[in-house]
């Protein structure tokens, strides 16, 4: 058929049908230049969500990803900042980014599962207004909910949300640099 093209996964090389195909874009839809999008399996996907959540040092609040959205995407704080100085949302956007900070684990905070050292906290949708990513409100009451976890811990936890939701990503924009932020389903 004309149309048809077989694909592959960019890792194992297993043949992929396109509506299970994840594209881990690391170049951020061409924001960051040294990066490239690789295509994936959604197992080889997770593999590389693990992988790079292992190489991150610093700390992330991270919100569950849902069946709802598809795409699952990092910001840094920093990044979220730039160039907000001349935006007419300038005290939303702000105000946003210091409510997510909010929930980051404290420097000597144990990861709720093992007692090692938390990175991560562990965030449900409820922390947005009406469960909507793009709604720049964040409901602070939500922290009680939150579980502190070390990064094996996040993995696994992760990886079984996923499984037992079903969840299939289309994208995922990754951590690129080593900074503070948060993962978000969109």
């Not at 960019?10 to 509506?19: A, F, R, S, T």
């Not at 990513?133 to 992760?158: F, G, R, V």
Request: charged fraction near 25%.
């Amino acid at each position: 058929m004309f149309f048809h093209k077989e694909l592959y996964c960019e890792k194992c090389h297993n043949p992929i049908n396109k509506k299970n195909m994840c594209t881990f874009d690391y170049s951020l839809q061409r924001r960051n230049k040294t990066g490239r999008k690789i295509s994936l399996c959604q197992d080889c996907c997770l593999k590389e969500l693990a992988a790079n959540l292992r190489k991150h040092s610093q700390k992330a609040v991270i919100i569950q990803p849902t069946g709802k959205y598809d795409t699952y995407a990092f910001y840094s704080f920093n990044m979220l900042s730039e160039g907000v100085e001349h935006s007419m949302d300038k005290d939303t956007i702000l105000k946003y980014i210091q409510d997510i900070e909010s929930f980051l684990p404290k420097d000597n905070e144990e990861c709720n599962r093992c007692s090692s050292h938390a990175s991560y906290t562990w965030c449900t949708m409820n922390i947005y207004s009406k469960d909507n990513p793009s709604y720049m409100y964040i409901d602070l009451a939500e922290k009680k909910d939150c579980i502190y976890l070390c990064t094996d811990c996040l993995i696994n936890l992760l990886r079984k949300k996923i499984q037992t939701e079903n969840i299939h990503f289309r994208e995922i924009y990754p951590m690129v640099d080593d900074e503070a932020g948060f993962y978000t389903p969109w």
